[in-house]
Structures are given as structure tokens and as C-alpha cells.
């Protein structure tokens, strides 16, 4: 009896270890590093479980050809039961000593910004994001990739 309770006890911990969490991801590439003033980027998930909180990121890949010290931006959420929530962001790129902010990667920089922290869903269906770039020019040199990930929150 007791051999098949920490048998059990084992499997029971195998398998809420095993759990994977549940991440996606969207990157749009800006052709030459430019972002146009009224280029909006879209994005679209599928959620297929409610039950998880979700953390949702923004991310922004950029090099040394960024001019600003901050990318103004509008994001729009519109969740699968049609809801829409929308959030204006100044997501820094540079600091007042003009270094650059972001994970140094190969040959370029990223900046990840959680928007939504554990924001939870009441339907089933596609989530979808817009992205507006609100730079006062109408070029946003250096931004080489916006993207948006989405990833579970694991309690």
C-alpha cells in the first residue's frame, strides 16, 4: 500500500511538472529598419483555454540607427468576447546618457515591456492586437521588428 501512494505521489508530481506553458508569438518585420508613421501592425491569437491568467509583452527589436529616446505607441486589444482596450505606451530606447536600454542581442538591441500582466479572458476564440506608432515623424528609423508575445501564467 504504501509502495502505491508514493508511486502515485510520483506520478501526480511527473505529471504537473511536465505541464508546458503555453506561449505564442507574432514579430513583424520592418522592411530597412523603417517604421512609417501610419504603418499599423496587426496581430491575431488563438486562445483556446480561459482558465490561465495570460501575460502579454511587447517587444521591440531596434540597432543603433534608433533616433529617439522613447517609441510612442497605441496599443488596441480586442479580446475574443469583443472587447477592446486600448493603452497609449513610451516604450524607452535610450537613456538620458544616450546608451541604449535594451538586451543586447546579435547586432541589434530588444526591449520587452509587459503590457497586460496577468490578464484573464472570459471566451474561447482570437485576440487580436494593433499596433500604432505615434512618433510625431512620419520615419521611425532603426526599429527592425514589433512584436507581441503571449505566454501563460504557470501558479
Not at 530597412?32 to 527589436?61: H, M, Q, S, T
Not at 534608433?66 to 480586442?78: A, D, K, V
Not at 503590457?115 to 482570437?126: A, W
Request: charged share 25%.
Amino acid at each position: 500500500m504504501k509502495k502505491i501512494l508514493i508511486l502515485l505521489l510520483f506520478l501526480i508530481m511527473a505529471g504537473s511538472g511536465c505541464r508546458q506553458r503555453v506561449t505564442q508569438d507574432q514579430f513583424h518585420k520592418l522592411e530597412n529598419g523603417v517604421w512609417e508613421r501610419f504603418d499599423f501592425l496587426k496581430f491575431g491569437f488563438v486562445l483556446e483555454n480561459v482558465k490561465p491568467a495570460w501575460n502579454i509583452y511587447l517587444v521591440v527589436r531596434y540597432d543603433e540607427n534608433i533616433q529617439i529616446r522613447y517609441l510612442p505607441l497605441n496599443i488596441e486589444m480586442i479580446t475574443p468576447s469583443g472587447e477592446s482596450r486600448v493603452k497609449d505606451y513610451n516604450i524607452f530606447l535610450r537613456s538620458i546618457n544616450d546608451e541604449y536600454l535594451g538586451e543586447k542581442k546579435d547586432g541589434f538591441y530588444e526591449s520587452k515591456t509587459l503590457t497586460h500582466p496577468e490578464i484573464t479572458f472570459s471566451e474561447i476564440g482570437q485576440c487580436t492586437f494593433e499596433i500604432e506608432n505615434l512618433n510625431p515623424n512620419y520615419f521611425t528609423y532603426g526599429i527592425r521588428e514589433v512584436g507581441i508575445i503571449i505566454e501563460q501564467v504557470r501558479k
